[in-house]
């Protein structure tokens, strides 16, 4: 907890991104004003930087977009957002040794999506408490490189 009060007070004075964590739906996100192209390239480099490869990207914002006349819908949800899937060889298998259930938490995703009139937010879910922590250092400091805040 500690260290999300530091990055939101360090965001905040950067001026580029606020941290925002909503605890009650698991998930820490970032907001920034940087373009959502920007984001999306930021997170693609801090992935490889770290040695990992992005296995898959679901364009989900596209998905709804194309599909919303379909399900009945006029709503534009997003204006963009993908969900990039990746793994670490060896730190999924350490928190997996850890505990086998572990496993439903691998892939680890870090979205980034724009609604329409809105900054762009760049986030991933939480982990429970222990062996996991370890994944989501991992996420974070992917998601912060991503936007320049670390």
Avoid: W
């Amino acid at each position: 907890m500690k260290s999300i009060i530091l990055a939101a007070a360090l965001m905040l004075t950067a001026g580029t991104a606020m941290a925002d964590t909503h605890t009650e739906l698991d998930v820490v996100t970032y907001s920034t004003d940087q373009s959502f192209d920007d984001v999306v390239f930021g997170l693609e480099n801090a992935i490889l930087d770290e040695g990992l490869v992005i296995e898959s990207t679901s364009h989900t914002g596209a998905m709804l977009e194309r599909t919303k006349a379909d399900v009945g819908s006029d709503v534009t949800i997003f204006t963009a957002a993908d969900v990039y899937s990746f793994c670490s060889a060896a730190l999924s298998r350490k928190v997996m040794e850890a505990d086998p259930m572990n496993i439903r938490f691998c892939p680890y995703d870090i979205f980034v999506m724009q609604q329409p009139g809105q900054d762009v937010v760049i986030g991933y879910r939480s982990f429970p408490q222990g062996e996991m922590q370890e994944v989501q250092s991992l996420l974070d400091r992917i998601t912060k490189s991503a936007i320049g805040i670390e």
